[in-house]
């Protein structure tokens, strides 16, 4: 595999030279495979028990059979689509592998849910046909809040939408042992379950069960995926390999503040991105430190780009529309890798690899990659939130600080008079106070092709005005994803939180086959808002959100053409 990856650090070569020896001289890559938890931190939790993707090429491969088998029943039943349930790890791979390979003639469909978004449910819901549709509840934990509502909403659904069979029939779960999801596939008749070995963190996950059943049932060839992240495993073993030099050349840049990862993909492989954004981020976001990663940003000309990025470009052999960028960058003196894939199943190498990278990247920097000590900040907040709803019936939004004669409501550090002033002033008094500043887009909003869009142009806008590496993230998606390194790391992020007022209110059940309900996903939506920004408040984060009511499409083409 050391042929498939290439790196131009000429400017850099003397600090990772330093670090290189280190690696070596500590035996890291050794120890590593060795799950000798010292490398991190002195106290084995949340480590020890969180090393069990390093074995999952070998381990997985004796399930294949058993995924194989379970593949053909689902066929032979007569199941045409799948939506898959599940947030952050559970979800992204399955994502990466329905994309990247495209559906094979006589396997299934599959749609990822990961949004708690009315409009996105109900417009998934009113397309389906429940008969040939199987449900895929995925959750480590077995208890993600927005999993289980939605668990919960499409298995009511299908009761009343089922003439035949019993809903059951529709669902399988893929879980932990021993968790609450095990006992509600049990109670409610689930069609199977896969228990994943517990010793594989979620982001981690996409060699195991998470991301491989689903692989399967779009017709990938599960086995010539572990075949190649097996390569890639037994080339990581050598005490010097590319693999492990590149995480420590991604952690030295970020301890000399070159710490946003910027990716360029070849086409086919820029749904990899997603993946991989989760995978650093929450791996290395946190203590005060981070390497943000960049991913899906528009192209734009060198000089537009700040000195605090790392190029990593991904892409086929036989691809060259990516040289001319190279070559730029590597012209103005910006460090390049270069990862070159020979079909689609080399992704199999690429996991593995971005795995052992992290992991080693997170020795370089001086933190435990596998823990996420502020994820739950946000939960909590939302959580306090929805108990406010309860007892007050209505969410505790406070008043807003501008309202434009567009009906936008601002919340936050407002100064000017007018929306164009108000989003200069932000940005720019932030950047001010902040070297090293980057922008991140948080959209409670439809995650639409539409409105993906449009946050995008809005994003292109922001890097060539201000020169700020930039990032684009659906809520409540990005919370379990970037949200930990935008609340753990050195405070650098610049926040542009939108959401809105859905025209829909679909009810959450409180249980399966109840139709009693307390909370509806428009509240339930808002109130994970409304939860992370007060948790990145309480983390010290400059944080402007935006209300666009019940039109963001509009009100997001006038913003943008306030930023041209």
């Known amino acids: 595999m050391h042929n498939q990856i290439n790196f131009y650090l000429d400017d850099f070569s003397k600090e990772i030279n330093s670090a290189q020896d280190e690696l070596v001289r500590e035996n890291i890559v050794n120890r590593i495979w060795n799950k000798d938890f010292t490398i991190w931190k002195p106290d084995p939790a949340e480590i020890s028990n969180r090393l069990g993707w390093l074995d999952t090429?070998?381990?997985?491969?004796?399930?294949?059979?058993?995924?194989?088998?379970?593949?053909?029943?689902?066929?032979?039943?007569?199941?045409k689509k799948i939506v898959l349930l599940g947030m952050g790890g559970s979800?992204?791979?399955?994502?990466?592998?329905?994309?990247?390979?495209?559906?094979?003639p006589g396997y299934l469909d599959l749609s990822v849910l990961d949004t708690t978004d009315p409009v996105t449910i109900s417009d998934i819901s009113d397309n389906l046909d429940y008969s040939t549709t199987l449900f895929i509840v995925s959750t480590k934990s077995g208890?993600?809040?927005?999993t289980l509502s939605l668990m919960k909403f499409f298995f009511n659904q299908t009761i009343r939408n089922l003439?035949?069979?019993?809903?059951?029939?529709?669902?399988?779960?893929?879980?932990?042992?021993?968790?609450?999801?095990?006992?509600?596939?049990?109670?409610?008749?689930?069609?199977?379950?896969?228990?994943?070995?517990?010793?594989?963190g979620g982001r981690f996950s996409a060699l195991s069960f998470f991301g491989l059943v689903p692989a399967a049932l779009v017709g990938v060839n599960i086995e010539e995926i572990l075949s190649k992240a097996k390569i890639a495993a037994d080339y990581s073993g050598s005490p010097l390999n590319k693999i492990a030099l590149s995480g420590v050349v991604l952690g030295e840049l970020a301890n000399n503040y070159i710490d946003k990862i910027t990716f360029l993909t070849s086409p086919p492989l820029k749904y990899f991105q997603a993946w991989v954004e989760q995978l650093i981020a929450e791996s290395t976001g946190k203590n005060g430190k981070g390497i943000l990663p960049v991913v899906n940003e528009p192209v734009l000309d060198v000089n537009y780009y700040s000195h605090d990025?790392?190029?990593v470009a991904l892409k086929y052999l036989n691809d060259t529309s990516l040289d001319k960028v190279i070559n730029n960058l590597r012209g103005k003196g910006f460090p390049v890798l270069v990862f070159e894939l020979e079909n689609e199943y080399d992704l199999g190498k690429q996991f593995f690899a971005w795995e052992f990278a992290t992991a080693v990247a997170g020795w370089r920097l001086g933190i435990q990659p596998f823990d996420q000590p502020n994820v739950e900040s946000a939960k909590v907040a939302a959580r306090t939130t929805i108990q406010k709803y309860s007892e007050e019936g209505?969410?505790?939004?406070?008043?807003?600080?501008?309202?434009?004669?567009?009906?936008?409501?601002?919340?936050?550090?407002v100064k000017g008079n007018n929306l164009s002033g108000i989003f200069d002033n932000f940005f720019e008094q932030n950047i001010k106070n902040s070297p090293g500043s980057y922008a991140a887009i948080q959209a409670f909003i439809t995650p639409s092709q539409e409105n993906y869009e449009l946050l995008q142009k809005i994003r292109f806008e922001i890097t060539r005005k201000y020169k700020l590496a930039s990032t684009v993230g659906f809520g409540p998606r990005f919370l379990h994803s970037t949200g930990q390194l935008h609340k753990g790391d050195a405070g650098n992020g610049i926040f542009l939180q939108f959401y809105y007022e859905p025209s829909v209110n679909l009810s959450i059940p409180e249980e399966m086959k109840s139709m009693e309900s307390t909370i509806t996903f428009d509240v339930l939506i808002k109130a994970q808002a409304l939860g992370d920004r007060q948790a990145l408040l309480d983390a010290g984060r400059k944080?402007?959100?935006?209300?666009?009511?019940?039109?963001?499409?509009?009100?997001?083409?006038?913003?943008?053409?306030?930023?041209?």
């Open 163 to 200: 003439k035949n069979g019993t809903a059951g029939d529709h669902f399988i779960a893929i879980t932990d042992p021993g968790s609450k999801l095990v006992t509600i596939a049990e109670q409610f008749n689930f069609r199977k379950t896969f228990i994943n070995n517990p010793n594989i």
């Open 394 to 413: 209505k969410l505790p939004e406070p008043e807003p600080d501008f309202v434009s004669g567009q009906k936008i409501k601002l919340f936050g550090n």
């Open 543 to 564: 944080v402007l959100s935006i209300n666009l009511s019940e039109y963001p499409g509009e009100k997001l083409e006038y913003i943008l053409s306030l930023f041209k």
């Open 309 to 311: 990025r790392v190029f």
């Open 91 to 104: 979800s992204l791979a399955p994502e990466v592998f329905r994309f990247s390979f495209g559906i094979k």
């Open 143 to 146: 208890g993600t809040v927005e």
């Open 57 to 79: 090429p070998d381990e997985m491969l004796t399930k294949v059979q058993e995924i194989n088998s379970f593949v053909e029943d689902i066929k032979q039943s007569g199941f």
